[in-house]
């Protein structure tokens, strides 16, 4: 499957995409190692591997090239799809085994609601407070946008649980992603966003809060950012 993905590297969107993604020193992909490949192309190459077993699907998983990654995660999903519940149970095993190697915001968010947070959603979720708790960010962000499920669902709780786990993190894309969560929660249950704007609001981090509040109206936004600056 590798030399197939390899086929269509494009070395110059490589070179832009490595740049996007911070894989230079001291960023938070240091090292990865991009092909070029756009995300559609990424996701043809899944459904054409959708039969692949899971020994065949660990071999791009542990790749060095992002877009093995993003691939091998994405045939996960469509498996999961398609899979009957003993069968869920064996990638959603295989997914927290393996989660060294969702390694990046974008294959978190491309995989985690749709197997970690399916998965769950009929079940007990401590598996998520163990995650949060992870010193891996990507274990934390696997919590965090995991709960997108519930959230899909009118189930708020784990969101606002996990979301005041985490408003103490310190790295930028653990607090993008609460505020994504709560703004997707906003757009189910305003008044439930509300209330925990009211609660939290002063101790969010900025970009968190930033990310929340974007539908609400102006004024409304210009209230909660006032309520932050007098605490900075």
């Known amino acids: 499957m590798?030399?197939?993905?390899r086929k269509l590297t494009d070395s110059k969107r490589a070179r832009f995409v490595a740049r996007f993604f911070k894989t230079g020193r001291g960023g938070y992909a240091k090292n990865d190692k991009f092909l070029g490949l756009t995300v559609?192309?990424?996701?043809t190459?899944?459904?054409?591997?959708?039969?692949?077993?899971?020994?065949?699907?660990?071999?791009?998983l542990v790749s060095k090239y992002h877009e093995a990654r993003l691939i091998a995660l994405l045939v996960l999903t469509y498996q999961f799809e398609k899979a009957d519940e003993r069968e869920r149970k064996r990638i959603f095993d295989f997914y927290l085994a393996?989660?060294?190697?969702?390694?990046?915001?974008?294959?978190?968010?491309?995989?985690?609601?749709?197997?970690?947070?399916?998965?769950?959603?009929?079940?007990?979720r401590s598996v998520l407070y163990k995650l949060v708790k992870s010193n891996n960010i990507w274990e934390r962000r696997i919590a965090m946008v995991s709960t997108y499920q519930f959230i899909r669902h009118n189930q708020f709780a784990d969101t606002l649980k996990i979301s005041e786990i985490l408003l103490t993190d310190k790295?930028?894309?653990i607090h993008k992603a609460v505020g994504w969560m709560l703004r997707e929660t906003g757009k189910r249950s305003e008044k439930t966003l509300v209330?925990?704007?009211?609660?939290?609001?002063?101790?969010?981090?900025?970009t968190t809060l930033r990310y929340s509040i974007e539908r609400f109206p102006e004024k409304q936004r210009l209230s909660y950012l006032h309520i932050k600056n007098l605490t900075t």
């Not at 590798?2 to 993905?5: K, L, V």
């Not at 559609?40 to 996701?43: A, K, S």
């Open 171 to 173: 790295h930028d894309l």
């Open 2 to 5: 590798i030399n197939e993905i």
């Open 98 to 124: 393996n989660t060294k190697w969702v390694n990046n915001w974008d294959l978190v968010d491309a995989s985690a609601y749709k197997i970690v947070g399916t998965y769950l959603f009929d079940k007990p």
């Open 195 to 206: 209330k925990f704007l009211n609660k939290n609001a002063a101790r969010m981090p900025r």
């Open 40 to 43: 559609p192309q990424c996701r």
């Open 45 to 60: 190459l899944a459904k054409k591997f959708i039969s692949a077993d899971l020994k065949s699907v660990q071999k791009l």
